[in-house]
């Protein structure tokens, strides 16, 4: 069974450019979450969605979002890109609130801002 | 607001040498506790969660954790260390109820093995 697949595996973008991250769920998982992983430091939750919903948002500006399509994959928008947007992006999937269950970690997006 | 403290960046290790790595959350709810593993420029791995009853859990790779609830401490012991387990350990804490996610991480624990 494939696990979480991220797209791109690698990119660069210049200061102020947009970007779009991508994710494919396990299948049958219907929850999607993402956090940022700066580097040397643990991940930072950004969002969680179920059924095209959003229903977890951590401290991050405006100019993150997120969005779920009807087949549980999910993008990840960063507007107006910062020297300091420049991290690993984790996708991770789940199924939603179960109990004593844990989410499923993709490789990630390597995103540099130059 | 939740955090979770790992005090130790850095350590090092023989290989064959007993290992603990030190996990200290603060949690205003019911608290479930991971660690997870990870290789440079890769994505996390699980190696143990709790989640309630007996507060010594096993997990993959020879890995276990002890939950102390008086101490708020999530510890992560392996009694033999081998060469693999180098890499970055990040100790987390969740909702009981949302399986595994929104997760809040530490800043990490990079194990380095002598040889």
């Known amino acids: 069974d494939a696990g979480v697949t991220q797209s791109p595996t690698h990119l660069i973008k210049t200061r102020g450019q947009h970007v779009t991250l991508r994710c494919s769920p396990i299948s049958g998982h219907k929850s999607v979450s993402w956090y940022q992983q700066v580097l040397g430091q643990g991940p930072q939750f950004i969002f969680q969605y179920y059924e095209k919903e959003e229903r977890g948002r951590g401290n991050f500006p405006d100019r993150f979002s997120a969005r779920q399509f009807p087949n549980y994959s999910s993008e990840l928008n960063v507007n107006a890109l910062l020297l300091g947007d420049s991290a690993l992006y984790l996708c991770a999937s789940s199924i939603f609130r179960v109990m004593n269950t844990e989410a499923f970690f993709g490789q990630g997006t390597r995103l540099t801002v130059v | ?115």
């Open chain 2, 1 to 115: 607001a939740q955090s979770v403290t790992q005090p130790d960046i850095h350590i090092t290790v023989s290989e064959g040498a007993s290992l603990e790595l030190r996990c200290n959350y603060s949690y205003g709810a019911t608290p479930y506790l991971f660690w997870y593993v990870q290789s440079p420029g890769q994505g996390l791995q699980l190696l143990l969660k709790y989640f309630s009853g007996d507060t010594l859990v096993q997990g993959i790779k020879g890995f276990e954790a002890e939950f102390k609830r008086s101490q708020s401490s999530f510890n992560l012991r392996k009694p033999s260390v081998h060469w693999s387990d180098a890499a970055e350990y990040f100790c987390a804490v969740g909702p009981f109820n949302n399986a595994g996610n929104m997760l809040t991480f530490g800043g990490g624990t990079r194990l380095m093995v002598k040889p």
